[in-house]
């Protein structure tokens, strides 16, 4: 059965979704800033490893207030923009609409359960390559795959619905029990190599691996992040780290997220990507030295980015 689906966000994470939920039949709208003109006019164009695909979209609209209403609406904002979530995503939501968030970082969950509390809510962290290279164009270069979890408690119906409406789309998703397993293993890649791209001064990923100084303190963020993990009663294996590892070898002069916005002067997601997991990861009683080092640099960074 398709589905109504306004994505709020129409850049990389957002635009490779909703290009792949409306191929697969559903009627997708999406919520855009600049780059609603061009999907208007030449909607999405998507493209990976194997193919290039145009999906035209059933609406794009600046204001939230002209779209309608929606089963599903799914954020894809920068965690930054969290504070407009009332007004971008209350006017698209049914009564009993489900909300997923595909951001980044912790506080994503939270922050949209605040509108309707925690039942509704789905979270989905993205494990790819993705990025947006020019309006309206977003490339694939890691297909990777999607974990959904509650938002609180273990997997339910949303949780289910979600990842069978993504696989239908191609996705391979996968269901999680713990919102909080799912979140350390993504920060596990997010925290070093999104932070290293910036305090060494804007370097891409092939560059922190080929450095073995940089690839050491990958390494170690690594470990202090398994190790917050445990403290937090989610705990993940050596293996895990290892196929970062090997993930990120494979994905050759990659850019961050956050190095994009870094270097384009936009603002980066510090809190959800390294403040709140300092902060809950020391709480739990977990050392980590190196993150805190690492967190002072990245906003010295900002500071003289200006």
Not at 79 to 84: I, Q, S
Not at 246 to 268: C, K, N, Q
Not at 285 to 298: C, F, Q, S, T, Y
Request: proline residues 5%.
């Amino acid at each position: 059965m398709s589905l109504r689906i306004a994505m709020v966000g129409a850049g990389a994470v957002g635009g490779w979704y909703a290009g792949l939920l409306a191929l697969a039949g559903n009627e997708v709208a999406c919520l855009a800033r600049g780059d609603a003109e061009t999907l208007r006019r030449d909607g999405l164009l998507l493209r990976d490893g194997r193919s290039e695909r145009r999906v035209r979209l059933a609406a794009v609209e600046t204001d939230p207030g002209r779209l309608g209403r929606f089963d599903l609406v799914a954020v894809a904002l920068k965690a930054t923009a969290n504070h407009r979530l009332a007004e971008l995503v209350e006017p698209l939501a049914k009564p009993g609409a489900t909300l997923l968030t595909l951001q980044n970082g912790m506080g994503n969950a939270e922050a949209l359960a605040g509108l309707r509390g925690p039942e509704p809510v789905v979270a989905g962290l993205c494990f790819v390559c993705i990025n947006r290279t020019a309006p309206g164009v977003i490339e694939n270069s890691l297909p990777g795959h999607i974990r959904l979890a509650a938002a609180e408690g273990p997997t339910q119906a949303r949780v289910r619905a979600c990842a069978s409406l993504l696989r239908h789309a191609g996705v391979e998703a996968r269901e999680d029990d713990s919102l909080e397993s799912v979140l350390w293993r993504k920060l596990c890649w997010n925290i070093p190599f999104n932070g290293l791209a910036i305090a060494a001064g804007g370097v891409t990923t092939d560059r922190i691996l080929g450095d073995a100084a940089l690839r050491e303190r990958a390494r170690r963020l690594m470990l202090e992040v398994q190790s917050a993990a445990a403290a937090r009663g989610a705990p993940f294996g050596d293996d895990h780290i290892r196929r970062q590892l090997e993930v990120t070898a494979g994905m050759g002069a990659y850019r961050p997220s956050s190095l994009i916005d870094y270097l384009a002067g936009r603002e980066v997601e510090v809190d959800p990507i390294w403040t709140l997991p300092l902060e809950r990861g020391v709480a739990a009683g977990a050392a980590m030295p190196e993150l805190a080092r690492l967190l002072g640099e990245i906003r010295a960074r900002l500071a003289r980015r200006g």
